[in-house]
């Protein structure tokens, strides 16, 4: 008899767990793609890697996961990928000035070369975005070029960092 008794008790349980996340796919996530004012400029190769590894939070040419539809998946996505246009967004280049794009450039190497970008949990989930050597090194080359103002043909000229 406790037996049933705890049973019927569970099954409430996922009654109301189930209630409760079919309630909350009506709360939409604030995923919005605004357009695009000014691209950051790089060469062709850094731009794939910026691309396959930044783009989907740090600009405005979010491609959004499957799970981005579904509750409570899509608050935290949405969430991310608003926090981190607010702090850099590749998507509206021309709002930085000069010395805040250099900035940002130097920023970019730093959290990649400590393993802090991409996020990690992102890559779990988008296993491709994984920064490998080359990716970095391409990275990294670009950034020591442009901070140390040694730049190469296929670079921006310096005022399009601008
Ligand atoms: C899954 C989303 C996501 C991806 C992908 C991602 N970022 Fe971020 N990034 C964030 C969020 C959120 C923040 C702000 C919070 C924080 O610092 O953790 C941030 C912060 C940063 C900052 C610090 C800015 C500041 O003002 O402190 C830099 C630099 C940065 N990201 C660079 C990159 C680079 C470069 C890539 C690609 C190699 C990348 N991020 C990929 C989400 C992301």
């Not at 209630?19 to 357009?35: E, M, R, S, V, W």
């Not at 280049?93 to 450039?105: H, V």
């Not at 920023?107 to 991409?118: A, F, K, L, S, T």
């Amino acid at each position: 008899m406790a037996n049933s008794g705890s049973r019927k008790v569970w099954q409430w349980i996922v009654i109301i767990i189930l209630g409760i996340l079919i309630i909350i796919q009506f709360i939409p996530a604030d995923k919005t793609n605004p357009n695009v004012s000014k691209e950051i400029e790089t060469p062709d190769q850094v731009k794939s890697v910026l691309e396959k590894s930044c783009f989907d939070c740090h600009s405005n040419e979010t491609e959004w996961p499957w799970y981005s539809s579904i509750a409570p998946a899509s608050w935290l996505v949405a969430h991310d990928v608003n926090e981190a246009r607010e702090h850099i967004n590749f998507s509206t280049w021309n709002k930085y000035t000069t010395e805040d794009r250099l900035g940002i450039i130097e920023e970019m190497w730093e959290e990649v070369e400590e393993g802090e970008m991409p996020l990690w949990y992102y890559t779990l989930a988008h296993p491709r975005a994984k920064m490998t050597d080359e990716d970095k090194q391409i990275l990294s080359d670009w950034v020591t070029r442009l901070t140390k103002k040694t730049s190469v043909e296929s670079d921006p000229d310096p005022e399009s960092i601008e």
